[in-house]
């Protein structure tokens, strides 16, 4: 479907079977970021800098700066409820600029 993700950037520690079969059952591809051979200090990896500004977006809500909640279901609901609200705000500039 169109609603769905197709493809999934993850680094090295999902480059097992075990992820690869659990993306591949719900119609995702993998593909693993791997750093270069040759690393001397800092090396930017492509596609690194979509989540880390994902989390920094995230860490404006002030309950997801600190892991409080007891379950993972109510950490993912309120991730999807900040960027909800992200999309709104970023929905908002395109329509009033329009």
């Known amino acids: 479907t169109s609603d769905s993700a197709e493809l999934g950037f993850v680094d090295q520690g ?3 079977p075990k992820p ?3 993306a591949s059952a719900h119609g ?3 593909e693993v970021v791997k750093a270069p ?3 001397r200090g800092f090396v930017l990896l492509p596609r690194r800098w979509v989540v880390e500004r994902s989390f920094a977006w995230a ?3 002030r309950r997801l700066v600190k892991d409080y909640e007891r379950y993972a279901t109510t950490l993912a609901g309120l991730h999807m409820v900040a960027f909800v609200c ?3 705000k970023q929905a908002e500039k395109l329509m009033t600029s329009a």
């Open 14 to 16: 999902y480059s097992g």
């Open 20 to 22: 690869s079969a659990a």
């Open 28 to 30: 995702i591809d993998l």
């Open 37 to 39: 051979e040759a690393k």
């Open 59 to 61: 860490t404006r809500c």
């Open 86 to 88: 992200l999309m709104l």
